[in-house]
Nanobody
Framework: QVHLEESGGGLVQGGGSLRLSCAAS????????MGWFRQAPGKEREFVAT????????LYADSVKGRFTISTDNAKNTVYLQMNNLKPEDTAVYYC??????????????????????WGQGTQVTVSS
């Protein structure tokens, strides 16, 4: 099992920036994919961004493309989410997740939360207008 701990959330004005961090510990040698998801009040959890640990290939949700950047520091077993030009609709609890594979039930599904095995507790991001 991989233990994930997020940090860096907070309150920011619209147009501002935040950087989230997710430190991984435990059985990290098996990690293939690291992702960020978010859940706004009253809404389903949704995909934000993901990165393949070794190749550093990335995928983004359309709603954050061009504003958010996911990156890793493999030596520190940490994944980051740099969030720029934040909007009130970005307000949510942000979760870090990891997976030993990019497949779910044999299908290539890197943006589906069912692919991810381990999850952090989440960090609150609030963007004021």
């Amino acid at each position: 099992q991989v233990h994930l701990e997020e940090s860096g959330g907070g309150l920011v004005q619209g147009g501002g920036s935040l950087r989230l961090s997710c430190a991984a510990s435990g059985r990290t040698f098996n990690t293939y994919l690291m992702g960020w998801f978010r859940q706004a009040p009253g809404k389903e959890r949704e995909f934000v961004a993901t990165i393949i640990w070794n190749s550093r290939d990335t995928l983004y949700a359309d709603s954050v493309k061009g504003r958010f950047t996911i990156s890793t520091d493999n030596a520190k077993n940490t994944v980051y989410l740099q969030m720029n030009n934040l909007k009130p609709e970005d307000t949510a609890v942000y979760y870090c997740a990891s997976s030993p594979t990019v497949y779910y039930m044999g299908s290539y599904m890197p943006v589906d939360e069912r692919t991810y095995h381990d999850w952090g507790q989440g960090t609150q991001v609030t963007v004021s207008s």
